[in-house]
């Protein structure tokens, strides 16, 4: 069995008494498409900023394609395709202007793939990020997630902010085509509908901990659907938590 | 909070709060340093330009520029950009847009007239400068609010902003400059002002309605006509490296604000020089030094921006995501923005280079300016003055980017607390600079202290800075963060600024009596090494938050600093020790005594022809202020005249410890006994021929060898001054038996002028003219009125007065055109000192006068 693309073993992460991640192990084997579901607050983007190497773990081991995202960034960072929950793209830039600064940085990128991206998610390359609505700014992130074929692509809430047939379309077909190749793809949503569309894996994340972590088919036989699994492991303890 | 008016008031208060706090510090300390430390009669004074300026101007400056961008939103966003800086999230809140922009308006017009007048009362009056309360406190409010116009407005063009920012600030300020100018009434600047805020708030309205309604104007497509087509994107081709593309944006992001900045600065400074082209050259070159202090004084308050990561993040110390997921190392991200900050300072300089001179042409002041540098060149020659000036200009600019670099350091951890404690520090030392300087200035035992521990204080800095570098080497080399290429390429590169930078010093002062060793500390500290280094830990510390784990050990463990990188940085160093230690055995003394209390130090030469059956001559020869007895020994040479003719010379020294060693002549007078007790030891220890004791010195030391021929007149049988400086009038001398005197004195002496007057080095002591001085002398020994005069050189004359008292001749040769040097000497700083000349041999000319005297028993 070939080596997994995320290894993440006994995580813990603490943010001042807060604990964020507590003894969390994941294991992603490549070509899988990876659910994480949670409730909001769960600790999804925390475990994902660990594998981008932007958080150093308090206890336990993180690794990405056997390397350790935090002493390795660039060899990590190279290989993984990110699209971030937070609008953070360069307001400044063009669309133009973003394709041509990200070409640079990856050596993979496909200047015909990103074309046909952009073609696709329909995108004047004059237009300013600052000018773009929601759903197109998420379209540009993942153009420049997708446009050098990452072996791994992480994408923290993708739907977010995108109207219902947005969300069909594009980022179906995009994670459809990326595991086709072979390629992984994690991403992290509470939106149970979507997961259970295009995951072959599901992990649940309460209160910072993993409460299931099995085959899509395996809690569908089990649960019968995944926001039943959802309620049973993740609903028990957040019914149990104090009223804010 | 009720009404919007609390919520605005509330929403600034939180925002400015740090701010007002550190201007409420500066303001208290400022008010406790006039009135509580120096005192009513004793503020601060304009006159002393550099104490006032860092005490109260820099400060100020500060404060008002701070004021400016936070009431404007200026900090919000691009200043360039076309939309407007009001926050667009302000626009959905169900606020009138009369009050969106009233209320801004308002608050920044009164933070701005307060605080010019809490400024004038507690910073200017005091200091006697009597500036009108109300029509300047109308002017910051009016200035404030057309900028807050000018910021809120959307712009058809990119840049327009600043553009018509410069424009029409510009315009106010010349038509205040211009009231000064021709002392309009003060009723008459209040009537010109007031009605400047109401009309700035109605044009606030419409920017801010303009705005709230999405109404940006867009004439790129007028220019598209033009053959440049706005819409569609321009061809490019890519960047060829990764490094380049961040380079790129990390320029589009932070690189123009300083260049933008300064642009919007200079303007009012070249009206400045224009006001000040009919008044007092200090007031040009004051205008100027400002010109050229603007990029760097800008640098710092810029610096902390550039460590953010999104100009639009307004609060975001920390990386976005965006940026940290980049696959570029930590070392790449800061090269990038090293490179940027360098970019920014060129770019600023760019636009200094291009202003000053433009504006000295304009206002016609480059006579002014020329005059003073060919009057520094004729000081210390040409090729010094532009060494010396490119020296200055590169300084400033390597300062700029220092500043730059400074503020990535601590806006690159990413904590907010860090950031602004270092903010407040930094305008802490600004305010503390000012009253140290001043008590410097006025406590003598300040001024000793500094000079006595001058030579430590670099070396000291220098080892906090190598433990520094060598501390955050070993962690960048740990932490994988550069390579081992990496560090000693870098180690190489800042050896070789280093030595480059002391030759540059050395050949500046160049035979000055300054230790080698110095100048190299000073090189050392000068270029930059602990803090850029330290800046990818910093982006480091960011990137990946948290403590470090076991398992983000690196596999192979953790490396130590490279042997070569640590051994190339360590050669300054080791060579700064072996030049200070080859300095000290050089120059140390061979003999101690101890006189009135004290241990003194003198330094011995008996040649070796010396036969202690024979009384030998014994001529002490004093060096002159801030100099010591091995290099009164170079410079005299007396040792080799001493070897020819079989007599004993001693050069003692000043006491040290306690500033600069001078020789002390007034009151006790311990030096006197110290010389007395000297020939004592001397007379016990040798065969001295107590009627052959001479005595000489050169110029404090001259002062010095007059003083022995009034107190120990039964001893010495005769002196010899060299480029004398007299301290003490000739009416204190009140032994009046004649001591014959020989003297050499160039008429090109700065520092003891030839005809008498003002020295740069003891100003509040006028000096006696020496022909003056010498015609006195030979009044005490009786000796004729009129000299002799005769040609013994080329540039030397021969005045001897003789007919003496017991043929007690007195005789000076004056050099002309020489400066204040040993003629036919040892090599002398002629940059500093003046014209050595060779036309004439003082020792041995002294020597064979001393020769001719002796004392009668």
């Not at chain 2, 510090?25 to 009669?41: K, S």
């Not at chain 2, 500043?403 to 990413?414: A, D, E, F, N, R």
Request: hydrophobic share 50%.
């Amino acid at each position: 069995m070939s080596e997994p693309v995320i290894d993440v073993s006994d995580l813990t992460r603490r943010f001042g008494a807060k604990t964020a991640l507590a003894a969390v192990n994941v294991s992603v084997p490549r070509g899988a498409v990876y659910g994480l579901v949670g409730a909001n607050g769960a600790g999804k983007t925390t475990f994902i900023k660990h594998l981008l190497g932007l958080l150093r773990p308090d206890g336990g081991r993180v690794r990405v394609f056997g390397l350790d995202p935090v002493a390795e960034p660039v060899a990590v960072l190279s290989r993984i395709g990110y699209l971030s929950e937070e609008n953070d793209l360069p307001g400044w830039m063009t669309v133009q202007e973003l394709t041509r600064y990200s070409r640079a940085l990856y050596p993979g990128w496909v200047d015909a793939y990103a074309e046909e991206l952009r073609q696709m998610f329909a995108l004047d390359p004059a237009a300013r990020i600052k000018t773009l609505s929601k759903g197109q700014k998420a379209r540009a992130g993942l153009l420049i997630a997708l446009a050098y074929r990452p072996e791994l692509l992480v994408l923290d809430e993708p739907s977010s902010g995108l109207d219902p047939i947005v969300r069909r379309d594009i980022l179906g077909a995009v994670i459809r085509t990326i595991a086709h190749e072979g390629r992984t793809v994690l991403f992290s949503s509470h939106l149970l509908e979507e997961v259970e569309q295009v995951a072959d894996h599901v992990a649940m994340i309460s209160q910072g901990r993993v409460a299931l972590c099995a085959p899509l088919d395996e809690i569908l036989r089990s649960h019968g659907s995944l926001e039943k699994a959802f309620l049973a492991c993740v609903g028990a303890n957040a019914a149990s938590e104090p009223p804010a | 909070m009720r009404s919007p008016a609390a919520a605005f008031a509330w929403e600034f208060g939180h925002r400015l709060r740090w701010g007002l706090i550190a201007l409420g510090v500066y303001l208290a300390v400022l008010a406790t340093v006039q009135f509580l430390v120096l005192g009513p009669r004793s503020a601060l004074d304009p006159a002393r330009t550099t104490t006032f300026a860092f005490m109260v101007l820099v400060p100020l400056s500060f404060a008002f520029m701070y004021l400016l961008a936070v009431f404007s939103y200026g900090l919000a966003g691009d200043l360039a950009a076309r939309h407007s800086l009001y926050p667009a999230r302000m626009f959905t809140l169900p606020v009138s847009t009369a009050a969106l922009a009233g209320w801004p308006m308002l608050y920044g017009t009164t933070v701005m007239a307060a605080f010019w007048v809490a400024a004038a009362l507690l910073g200017l009056w005091p200091s006697g400068v009597h500036a009108p309360l109300f029509w300047p406190a109308l002017f910051g409010a009016a200035f404030l609010a057309w900028m807050q116009v000018l910021t809120w407005m959307p712009y058809g063009l990119p840049g327009m902003r600043v553009v018509a920012a410069v424009l029409w600030l510009t315009g106010i300020d010349a038509v205040v400059v211009a009231a000064i100018e021709y002392q309009v009434r003060e009723s008459v600047m209040v009537a010109l002002m007031a009605p400047q805020v109401p009309l700035a708030y109605l044009a606030a309205r419409f920017a801010v309605a303009r705005a709230r309604r999405g109404d940006v104007p867009d004439w790129r497509g007028a220019f598209a006509r033009l053959g440049r087509t706005a819409a569609a994107p321009r061809a490019r081709g890519g960047f060829p490296s990764a490094a380049r593309a961040q380079a790129w944006l990390e320029w589009r992001q932070h690189g123009r604000s300083l260049p933008v900045w300064t642009a919007i600065v200079l303007p009012f400074q070249l009206l400045l020089l224009f006001v000040a082209r009919d008044e007092p050259a200090v007031l040009t070159f004051v205008t100027l030094a400002g010109m050229l202090l603007t990029p760097p004084f800008l640098a710092a308050f810029v610096a902390l921006t550039v460590g953010r990561s999104s100009p639009e993040a307004a609060h975001s110390y920390g990386l976005t995501p965006f940026t940290a997921t980049r696959p570029l190392g930590t070392a790449a991200l800061v090269a990038a923005k090293l490179r940027m900050a360098m970019a920014s300072t060129l770019a600023a300089w760019l636009l200094v280079a291009v202003a000053l001179p433009l504006g000295l042409t304009l206002c016609g002041t480059w006579p002014v300016v020329l005059e003073r540098a060919r009057r520094l060149a004729g000081f210390v020659g040409a090729p010094r003055a532009v060494v010396f000036a490119v020296l200055c200009l590169l300084g400033l600019l390597a300062t700029t980017w220092k500043q730059l670099v400074q503020g990535l350091l601590v806006g690159l951890t990413g904590r907010e607390g860090l950031i602004k404690a270092s903010v407040l520090l930094r305008l802490s030392s600004l305010i503390l600079i000012g009253p140290a300087v001043h008590v410097l200035s006025r406590s003598q035992e300040a001024r000793i202290a500094l000079w006595n521990a001058a030579p430590w204080i670099p070396a000291v800095l220098v080892a906090l800075k190598m433990g520094a570098a060598a501390w955050i080497g070993t962690r960048l080399s740990r932490g994988r963060l550069l390579g081992a290429r990496a560090l000693v390429t870098g180690a190489a590169s800042w050896v070789v600024a280093v030595m480059a930078l002391y030759g540059v010093f050395a050949w500046l002062l160049a035979a000055a009596p300054v230790a080698h060793s110095f100048l190299l500390l000073l090189a050392i500290l000068a270029v930059p090494l602990a803090r850029p280094s330290a800046v990818p830990l910093a982006l480091a510390w960011n990137r990946h938050q948290g403590a470090r784990a076991p398992s983000t050990r690196v596999r192979s463990g953790p490396r130590p600093l490279p042997r070569t990188a640590l051994a190339l940085v360590s050669m300054p160093v080791a060579l700064a020790l072996v030049l200070a230690v080859s300095f000290h055995v050089r120059n140390r003394n061979n003999g101690a005594l101890v006189s009135s209390g004290e241990a003194r130090e003198y330094l011995l030469h008996v040649p070796k022809s010396y036969d202690p059956s024979r009384p030998a001559p014994l001529v002490i020869s004093m060096h002159g202020a801030d100099l010591w007895p091995a290099a009164q020994m170079e410079i005299s040479r007396w040792n080799t005249v001493a070897d020819e003719n079989g007599f004993i010379v001693v050069y003692p020294s000043g006491v040290g410890g306690r500033g600069p060693r001078v020789w002390r002549m007034d009151g006790e007078a311990p030096d006197v006994h110290f010389i007395a007790d000297l020939i004592d030891r001397l007379e016990a220890s040798y065969n001295i021929d107590p009627r052959r004791i001479y005595a000489d010195g050169l110029s404090n030391g001259g002062g010095m060898a007059f003083v022995l021929s009034c107190t120990l007149s039964d001893r010495v049988a005769a002196v010899g001054l060299v480029a004398s400086a007299q301290l003490l009038p000739w009416s204190w001398c009140t032994d009046r038996r004649p001591v014959p005197m020989i003297a050499f004195h160039g008429t090109g002496d700065r520092l003891a002028p030839y005809h008498g007057g003002t020295s740069p080095v003891v100003p509040r002591h006028p000096l006696p003219s020496i022909p003056d001085w010498t015609a006195s002398w030979a009044r005490r020994n009786g000796c004729g009125a009129k000299p002799d005069e005769s040609a013994v050189a080329a540039d030397v004359t021969r005045l001897e007065y003789t007919g003496c008292s017991n043929d007690a001749a007195v005789v000076l040769y004056t050099i002309h055109g020489g400066g204040h040097t040993w003629p036919g000497g040892g090599p002398a700083p002629e940059w500093l000192v003046g014209r050595m000349s060779n036309g004439v041999d003082a020792t041995r000319r002294t020597w064979a006068f001393f020769g001719a005297h002796s004392l009668s028993r």
